[in-house]
């Protein structure tokens, strides 16, 4: 049997309607190539039993059969197969390809399943605000102005100076006015969504040891009131006056935001927090009554009664959400705060989300009530977590809606293209261009979301965690501390980070930018890849061709929701196809630094044979080229030489 022709996912292709709520009628459907004595069936799974139900060939699509079933639709979630038999063989059809049982995973249907539709495939770009745009240098953190928690003294940058390993204590300036200024650029950009990291007080660059949940941090927003000396800091962040007028700023912000049509996501810290937070005050920055509103146990503890930090950092004090019940409390106005007017965010990024609480079941009961009451204060909010590993304990419809996509794409995405892990801590050559790992990988790892939460999963190539992905074209293992701030920019391999950018603008899910990598930014994993938004000498012609994929990724639908068909993955090279409605891409993937003779047939896509073929965009080891070119194949056929490094779009 030719199982080249055999086809079925979740999207609307072939479940109607894809996303069915309780009860709801759907057809379910799939393709299966044109054999005698063949029988498709689906096989049902639920708490109830199994069953097999055959199904009915209802139409020919090409060199295909299409097979549909009706079902009266469920209120559980409902898992099914498809099984297909020929001649005493069976082949099991999963959301993971075909596989044998013990390796497959099922489709399935789960109508407590809503993600917001803005989300699903959205282009997101993520701001780390203080390396962005300084536009208000009012409001800058100066030299001295902060002896921190964990005893290092603030110091004010200049905002070409190279980052060092003591970043946590250096500002460069970049605060909301400077985001205001450049909301234009974005918007023309093409994104979708703005993801801030941190922007409440905190008393390091990054902002992840909150010491205020409830206000802007007034060095990202504005300064009306200050002082002099060793009062600067305490007057600069705890006064009435300056957090109500930073809390303003980035209401205004994310107001003119929404004006262009671009979605904000804050960043939620709620497994530990500054030891500048009121409710242990080690700065004495506050009143001994904001410690009492909380109560004395807000802190998880060791078995000696000492408090517990994340990780041993002295300065990230875990919090005691599953035994404070006043703690687990102010944290859920905080996150409803900020959905509601004036500030109206779109949703909140979760900060190593399942880490909070002591245990996976008290972890779930916190982010179940942590839904209900986001969702209580805005039906739409997205709620999309940080996590490493399978998720899909979190996404069955009440507690978390999406991740940051690590194990579906980053990962995979860096280890074929540049052979690196993704803080450049390893470099496996093996790994390097191989087609089938990363095929595999992209299968098993995307079969543990439901469709919807796969098309809202954060696809980034880096982040502020990781080393930028054109550092990793280097191959040079390490960090800035071992080979300094320019290394991270020397032998880099600028048609690497195209054909990358290629594929996740072509690629399921929630394309992600980090600032800076649309106009070739390097750095090595943190703190070097939190550098500067280089506004005066950045790479136009890599921003051009973020520009490009951009709209054709916005031009065609079905790069957005449509099907995805893996056609081929071997040594160097990729073939897949996006296609739904009229549309039909294909994406074809040379990763070598040598030519590549391939030869395709377009059947094997959606078992018609294509005429015409129209080159979209195209990448190679010398540059790139966004010119339409329209061919013919060969009766169906497409044989053609790929290019050293050459990435390439065509339409069908």
């Known amino acids: 049997m030719n199982t080249h022709f055999l086809f079925c996912d979740e999207t609307a292709n072939f479940r109607t309607p894809a996303d069915p709520g309780p009860g709801e009628p759907f057809t379910l459907r799939v393709w299966a190539p044109r054999e005698d004595g063949i029988t498709v069936s689906f096989l049902f799974r639920s708490e109830e039993g199994s069953e097999e139900i055959p199904a009915v060939k209802t139409g020919e699509h090409g060199k295909l059969d299409i097979y549909e079933l009706d079902h009266p639709g469920t209120e559980e979630e409902l898992f099914y197969f498809v099984s297909v038999k020929l ?57 001295g102005e902060i002896f921190d ?36 650029y974005l918007k023309n950009l093409g994104v979708e969504v703005l993801y801030f990291n941190p922007l409440f007080v905190s008393p390091s660059s990054h902002g992840y040891n909150t010491q205020d949940y409830r206000h802007v941090d007034p060095h990202l927003g504005r300064i009306i009131e200050d002082a002099e000396g060793m009062d600067r800091y305490r007057v600069r962040t705890t006064s009435k006056a300056n957090l109500e007028a930073s809390d303003a700023l980035l209401a205004e912000l994310i107001d003119k935001a929404h004006q262009r049509g671009i979605r904000v996501i804050l960043d939620g810290v709620f497994n530990h927090c500054s030891t500048f937070h009121a409710w242990e005050n080690k700065a ?107 998720p899909s304990e979190w996404l069955e419809g009440n507690e978390w809606d999406s991740v940051m996509n690590y194990d579906a794409f980053m990962e995979p995405v860096s280890w074929f293209f540049t052979g690196m892990e993704k803080h450049s801590d390893r470099y496996l050559p093996w790994m390097e261009g191989a087609g089938e790992v990363f095929v595999r990988s992209m299968e098993d790892a995307s079969a543990r979301f439901a469709r919807p939460c796969l098309e809202a999963a954060l696809n980034q190539l880096d982040n502020h965690d990781h080393s930028r992905f054109l550092t990793r074209t280097n ?79 916005k031009k065609h639908s079905c790069l957005r929701q449509g099907s995805l068909k893996l056609l081929t993955g071997e040594q160097g090279f990729l073939a897949y196809a996006r296609f739904g409605g009229d549309e039909k891409l294909l994406v074809l993937i040379n990763q070598t630094e040598k030519e590549k003779e391939i030869s395709l047939d377009t059947a094997e896509i959606d078992g018609l044979r294509s005429e015409k073929m129209t080159r979209l965009l195209e990448t190679t080891k010398e540059g790139y080229n966004a010119g339409v070119v329209e061919s013919e194949t060969e009766e169906g056929l497409i044989k053609l030489t790929l290019k050293p490094r050459e990435a390439v779009i065509y339409r069908l």
């Not at 004395?296 to 950092?313: A, I, L, M, P």
């Not at 594929?503 to 899910?509: I, K, N």
């Open 284 to 390: 004495g920055l506050y009143p001994d009554d904001e410690k009492k509103a909380v109560g004395e146990k807000c802190f998880c503890e060791n078995e000696r009664g000492e408090k517990e930090c994340w990780w041993g950092n002295r300065n990230l004090l875990k919090l005691n959400v599953d035994g404070c019940p006043s703690l687990r409390e102010h944290i859920m106005q905080v996150a409803e705060k900020w959905l509601l007017p004036p500030y109206n965010a779109d949703g909140w990024r979760l900060d190593v989300a399942a880490d909070v609480g002591h245990s996976p079941e008290n972890n779930h009961v916190f982010w179940q009530e942590f839904r209900r009451r986001v969702h209580l204060a805005r039906p739409d909010a997205l709620i999309l977590a940080e996590h490493y590993g399978d």
């Open 87 to 143: 001649d005493a063989e069976e082949w099991l059809l999963g959301r993971n390809g075909l596989r044998e049982a013990r390796e497959a995973i099922p489709f399935s249907v789960n109508p407590a399943v809503k993600v917001p539709d803005w989300a699903r495939g959205a282009l997101w770009y993520q701001i780390f605000p203080d390396r962005f745009c300084n536009g208000d240098p009012s409001n800058d953190v100066l030299t």
């Open 149 to 184: 928690d964990v005893g290092l003294v603030s110091r004010r940058m200049n905002w070409n100076d190279p980052i060092n390993q003591l970043d946590v204590h250096h500002f460069y300036g970049g605060d909301l006015q400077g985001v205001i200024r450049k909301l234009d």
């Open 475 to 553: 191959h040079v293992v390490g960090r800035v501390s071992e080979w300094g701030y320019l290394g991270a920019e020397q032998g880099t391999d600028k048609s690497l980070l195209r054909a990358a950018v290629l594929l996740q603008m072509t690629w399921p899910g929630a394309p992600g930018i980090y600032y800076g990598d649309e106009v070739g930014r390097a750095g090595s994993a943190g703190p070097d890849n939190r550098r500067t938004f280089p506004w005066d000498r950045g790479d136009s012609e890599i921003l051009d061709f973020y520009c490009n994929t951009i709209h054709l990724r």
